[in-house]
């Protein structure tokens, strides 16, 4: 199985900060990475899909980068919105699809 | 505008089958490209995928669980059924249906629904 790692694990920044999370996979993914924002007890927006591509109504202070197993999604200028946990998440077509363990951004 | 809604059981036993069912409008599951997935997220911690039903009944679950899931679908209900077998606390969780449109990617999430396995 693919297995996803995530750095850092919690992150404290300012509004107005650029940010970047690294996600890993254990194996080449190609571009099969998708990125996701979550706040307490709601479900997962879906922000960056194919590493890259920005998913309709995100605005676009997010973004995806990378390939094969090294990934990383960057917040430009961080706002209040924004804190939050965003997880990566694999597809491959064999065990389909695998979450990283996640980034918590909180307010510095 | 599509939407998904879990419903099922708040409270299971150990042992015991669990039933959740997603019931979702705004798209059909009869449309080539189209998935629903099913996945799960223990309290304070983060999501893992169980299963995922394309619009053509190809059925994939995860490695780690395959023995105890099955997912269904019923395309004239617009529902996908996922059972869990011989549940245990471990699997206490929220769990959440979602559309797949792209194939490697959800992109529209229900709301979860809370499952609880005590005694």
């Known amino acids: 199985d693919i297995q996803m790692t995530q750095s850092p694990s919690t992150l404290s920044a300012s509004v107005g900060d650029r940010v970047t999370i690294t996600c890993r996979a254990s194996?080449?993914?190609?571009?099969?990475l998708a990125w996701y924002q979550q706040k307490p007890g709601k479900a997962p927006k879906l922000l960056i899909y194919?590493?890259?591509s920005l998913e309709s109504g995100v605005p676009s202070r997010f973004s995806g980068s990378g390939s094969g197993t090294e990934f990383t999604l960057t917040i430009s200028s961080l706002q209040p919105d924004d804190f939050a946990t965003y997880y990566c998440?694999?597809?491959?077509?064999?065990?389909?699809?695998?979450f990283g363990p996640g980034t918590k951004v909180d307010i510095k | 505008q599509i939407t998904l809604k879990e419903s099922g059981p708040t409270l299971v036993k150990p042992t015991q089958t669990l039933t959740l069912t997603c019931t979702f409008s705004?798209?059909?599951?009869?449309?080539?490209?189209?998935?629903v997935g099913w996945i799960r997220q223990p309290p304070g911690k983060a999501l893992e995928w169980l299963a995922l039903?394309?619009?053509?009944?190809?059925?994939r679950y995860s490695p780690s669980l395959k023995s105890r899931l099955t997912i269904t679908k019923d395309t004239s209900k617009n529902q996908v059924v996922l059972t869990m077998t011989n549940m245990d606390p471990v699997d206490t969780a929220t769990y959440y249906c979602?559309?797949?449109?792209?194939?490697?990617?959800?992109?529209?999430w229900g709301q979860g629904t809370l499952v609880t396995v005590s005694s």
């Open positions: 979602a559309h797949s449109g792209t194939v490697t990617s959800f992109d529209y």
């Open positions: 705004g798209f059909s599951l009869s449309t080539s490209g189209v998935g």
């Open positions: 039903i394309y619009w053509d009944d190809d059925k």
């Open positions: 194996q080449s993914i190609s571009s099969w």
């Open positions: 194919k590493a890259s």
């Open positions: 998440q694999q597809y491959n077509s064999y065990s389909l699809f695998t």
